[in-house]
C-alpha cells in the first residue's frame, strides 16, 4: 500500500514555543491530506482538511491561528502549533488521500512542558 | 454532524474466542466504511467497504456492510493475543472524502 511519513515522530517542546510537524507522501500524489489529533485512550479528532495550494479548512472549535497547515506541494503537509501549551500535549497523525483510501503517517508525538 | 458509534466500547476474551465489533453511523453522502487496527502507534488500515452484504475477509478477519441498517460488523475468529488492540471504525463521506471514526473498541485477548 502507499506509504506516508511524519517528522519527527516524537518532540518535546518547552512551553510558548512553536513546533513544525511534516506529513509527506512518499510514492503517492495526495491532493488532499487530514490532521486528526488523538488523546489517551480516545478516538482520532479530525482537526483539518489540508488541500493542496489552498487553504485549509478547520473542524469546529480548532483554532486556525494555533495550528497553521501549509500544503505546499502534492506530497507535503505541514502543520505548525503555534506557542504551545501544555494542553497541546497529545498525538497527531496526518492521513493522505489517494482515490478513495487514505494512508495514515505514523504520527508525531508531541509534550508540551 | 456525522456520527459514527462503535459498540461494546471494550472487549476481553481468551485465545481461541470468537469476536464481534459492531458499528453504526450517520453520515452525509456516504462513501464508504472503513475498519482500522490501532496498537500502540498510528492505526492500519484493515478493510473499506462499499456495497452492502458482500463480506470482505483476510485471514480471520471478516467484515459486512449494511447500508439499509447503517452499520458494519466485524469479526475475528480464533483470536490470538496479538489480536489486542483498539478497532477502529470510520466513516468516510462528503465531497472531501472526509473520515469520521468512532471511539474505537479496546480488545484484550487473554492467553
Known amino acids: 500500500g502507499a506509504v506516508v511519513s511524519q517528522h519527527p515522530s516524537r518532540v518535546i517542546c518547552k512551553s510558548g514555543t512553536s513546533v513544525k510537524i511534516e506529513c509527506r507522501s512518499l510514492?503517492?500524489?495526495?491532493?488532499?491530506m487530514f490532521w486528526y489529533r488523538q488523546f489517551p485512550k480516545k478516538s482520532l479528532m479530525l482537526m483539518a482538511t489540508?488541500?493542496?495550494?489552498?487553504?485549509?479548512?478547520?473542524e469546529q472549535g480548532v483554532e486556525k491561528d494555533k495550528f497553521l497547515i501549509n500544503h505546499a506541494s502534492l506530497t507535503l503537509s505541514t502543520l505548525t502549533v503555534t506557542s504551545a501549551h501544555p494542553e497541546d500535549s497529545s498525538f497527531y497523525i496526518c492521513?493522505?488521500?489517494?482515490?478513495?483510501?487514505?494512508?495514515f503517517g505514523p504520527g508525531t508525538r508531541l509534550t508540551v512542558t | 454532524e456525522d456520527k459514527v458509534v462503535q459498540s461494546p466500547l471494550s472487549l476481553v476474551v481468551h485465545e481461541g474466542d470468537t469476536v464481534t465489533l459492531n458499528c453504526s453511523y450517520e453520515?452525509?453522502?456516504?462513501?464508504?466504511l472503513l475498519w482500522y487496527k490501532q496498537e500502540k502507534k498510528a492505526p492500519t488500515f484493515l478493510f473499506m467497504l462499499?456495497?452492502?452484504?458482500i463480506e470482505k475477509k483476510s485471514g480471520r478477519l471478516s467484515s459486512i456492510l449494511d447500508k439499509k441498517e447503517l452499520s458494519s460488523i466485524l469479526n475475528i475468529t480464533a483470536t490470538q493475543t496479538g489480536d489486542s488492540a483498539i478497532y477502529l471504525c470510520?466513516?468516510?463521506?462528503?465531497?472531501?472524502?472526509?473520515?469520521?471514526f468512532g471511539k474505537g473498541t479496546l480488545l484484550t485477548v487473554n492467553p
Open positions: 492521513s493522505a488521500r489517494s482515490d478513495s483510501e487514505q494512508y
Open positions: 510514492d503517492f500524489q495526495a491532493t488532499t
Open positions: 489540508s488541500n493542496e495550494g489552498s487553504k485549509a479548512t478547520y
Open positions: 453520515v452525509t453522502n456516504f462513501r464508504s
Open positions: 462499499t456495497s452492502s452484504g
Open positions: 470510520a466513516v468516510c463521506g462528503g465531497s472531501n472524502y472526509k473520515l469520521t
